[in-house]
């Protein structure tokens, strides 16, 4: 039986040869997304259920019935606005704490984030232990990932959840997106840099601190410095890597406990 619900993706973008060139550079990007998947599902919790990584991104939903007391529909501007504070602030502990200069750990505060919603009617299907969302409306989010928004840190919604969530009233500007499948619709988004504009608070420079996160990173990606994981699977924001175009360590920068240096500028 199909069953409304909130559907929301949270998708992690904004890298600039984000880096093709050898293993420790994308073993690197992988940590760096994957503590950043870890501080978007923790600023989603408990309001929204984690429904499937896919790789750079996370796809929530949240079980929404007409006449609820409590309309999750209505809350979509404080989801966002909740798991926006906890990806900021993993982000500046990744840029304070780091000890790499490979392109993946510079470029890491960089990253933005940007959400797409929809409700819907969704059917619940169990595979083995798994259970996966099936329906038109999970297409159909899915669907607005691909769009016209021209800028990088947004929330993109359909037209029924722009119009209960009323804290993005005054902020939206109305869409036509061309889904795939299903033709031409009307969507609103907002630019978060005007709703948003939480920072997190300062974070002051540990080598303590900076030791442990190295030594976290190295560990977990021990398992794609050697192949036996493939870095990077499934990044719909890195485009094409090619794991071995390099060496293990080839050109990589020695680490710097030092202040973070400039991030080399794209030619």
């Known amino acids: 039986m199909a069953q409304r619900a909130l559907l929301v993706i949270a998708d992690i973008g904004g890298y ?3 880096m093709r060139v050898h293993r420790i550079n994308l073993a690197h990007a992988q940590y760096v997304v994957a503590q950043l998947l870890e501080a978007v599902i923790d600023g989603a919790e408990p309001r929204l259920k984690l429904a499937k990584l896919e790789g750079d991104a996370a796809f929530f939903y949240t ?36 000890v790499c ?13 940007k959400f797409v919603g929809h409700v819907g009617d ?40 722009f119009r209960k969530a009323d804290a993005f009233a005054k902020f939206g500007r109305e869409a036509k ?17 005007e709703v948003a504009r939480e920072v997190p608070v300062h974070l002051e420079p540990s080598l303590l ?18 192949g036996v994981k493939k870095s990077c699977d499934g990044f719909r924001n890195m485009g094409a890597v ?23 500028r794209s030619e």
């Not at 007409?66 to 502990?93: M, T």
């Open 16 to 18: 600039t040869k984000f």
């Open 63 to 98: 079980l929404a019935p007409e006449g609820k007391k409590r309309d999750e529909v209505a809350a979509f501007a404080d989801l966002v606005a909740s798991i926006r504070r906890a990806f900021l602030a993993r982000r500046l502990e990744l840029e304070t704490d780091r």
């Open 101 to 113: 200069n490979c392109d993946s750990c510079m470029q890491a505060g960089q990253l933005k984030l």
């Open 122 to 161: 969704v059917a619940f299907q169990k595979v083995k232990r798994y259970t996966e969302l099936a329906g038109v409306d999970v297409i159909f989010v899915h669907r607005l990932l691909k769009n016209s928004v021209p800028i990088a840190e947004y929330a993109l919604m359909s037209e029924p959840v």
């Open 177 to 193: 997106e061309e889904l795939e499948g299903l033709g031409s619709v009307t969507t609103y988004y907002v630019d978060l840099a």
């Open 209 to 226: 601190r900076k030791v442990v996160a190295w030594l976290k990173m190295t560990v977990r990606s021990i398992p794609y410095f050697i």
């Open 242 to 264: 090619d794991p071995s175009l390099g060496l293990p360590g080839s050109s990589l920068p020695p680490p710097s406990l030092g202040p973070p240096s400039e991030a080399p």
